[in-house]
């Protein structure tokens, strides 16, 4: 007898009552400023997952170890922004009810902000760990309050000063990197100081944000807004398992992946490297842990 047959990321089918973390895909382009089709991300790095071993050689871990549950796909409202959101902080809010850490597969970088949003309910002192080429730290663009372009300034709307971390950029408006100076931590190309500011996150709730688009487009061409002279494979993982050694990371994000303007696949296989890295690391110290025990 043929059973149904429920596709998942590559290793992530624990069931939801014993997972840790819930993976899931918010396939949202809306608001994209330039090119768009970062909808389509979650649903082919779940196809092409299978092309990747769950072993990580870099720690030494497997995903086989995990406690991750893939909820899929979020079904989402077109043509109505605040809708939309509001759909995908509802989900977010539930996951934190049932004690899951949200690990969230955009879609555009709006899509972060609602997971924001029901975190910061849960977390007075949230903090934001923010990996990206761009600012995103218009008030508005071309009119529009709600924009990837917009999406860490209405974060700071409900954080305020001192509590967005930003590193990798090198691309915005000149008033925005001014604005940056008197609201975030904002390190311009790569992520010198990040140390520093780890150390200074010990002991609070992160959120850990990444645009994709933080990689230089000669190795990742696959997105909406490639931005030259950007981080390599290779510093952006060792940041990355940096920011993931934080005692207190209550929710992460992958966005910005358009796969189909990298037609050889390539940078689908980078996403979903960096993404079976980052839910290793996140889970490392649980896996470890039971190793002692």
């Not at 924009?147 to 691309?171: E, P």
């Amino acid at each position: 007898m043929l059973k149904d047959n429920v596709e998942t990321f590559l290793g992530c089918d624990t069931s939801y009552e014993e997972s840790r973390i819930v993976l899931f895909g918010a396939p949202f382009d809306s608001t994209t400023s330039f090119r768009p089709g970062t909808r389509f991300a979650s649903r082919t790095m779940r196809a092409e997952s299978y092309g990747l071993e769950t072993y990580s050689p870099y720690l030494d871990l497997d995903m086989e170890e995990t406690r991750v549950f893939d909820g899929g796909d979020l079904e989402l409202c077109f043509g109505d922004t605040a809708r939309a959101l509001g759909q995908i902080e509802d989900f977010a809010r539930n996951l934190l009810a049932d004690g899951k850490k949200p690990f969230m597969i955009g879609g555009e970088h709006l899509v972060t902000l609602p997971v924001v949003r029901a975190l910061a309910e849960r977390y007075e002192d949230l903090h934001i760990v923010h990996f990206d080429a761009h600012t995103d730290l218009r008030d508005d663009y071309l009119g529009a309050k709600l924009s990837h372009a917009t999406v860490m300034r209405r974060a700071w709307d409900i954080l305020g000063d001192g509590r967005i971390h930003q590193f990798g950029i090198r691309s915005g408006e000149r008033a925005e990197f001014l604005w940056a100076k008197e609201h975030t931590h904002l390190q311009r190309f790569d992520f010198t100081g990040l140390e520093w500011s780890l150390s200074e996150l010990m002991g609070k709730p992160v959120y850990l944000t990444l645009d994709l688009d933080v990689l230089d487009p000669s190795g990742f061409p696959g997105t909406g807004t490639p931005e030259p002279g950007g981080v390599s494979f290779l510093d952006l993982l060792r940041a990355l398992r940096k920011t993931l050694r934080l005692d207190r990371i209550v929710g992460c994000d992958m966005v910005e992946l358009s796969p189909h303007y990298d037609a050889s696949g390539a940078s689908t296989a980078v996403a979903l490297k960096l993404l079976r890295e980052m839910l290793l690391a996140w889970e490392e110290p649980a896996i470890r842990g039971a190793e002692m025990v």
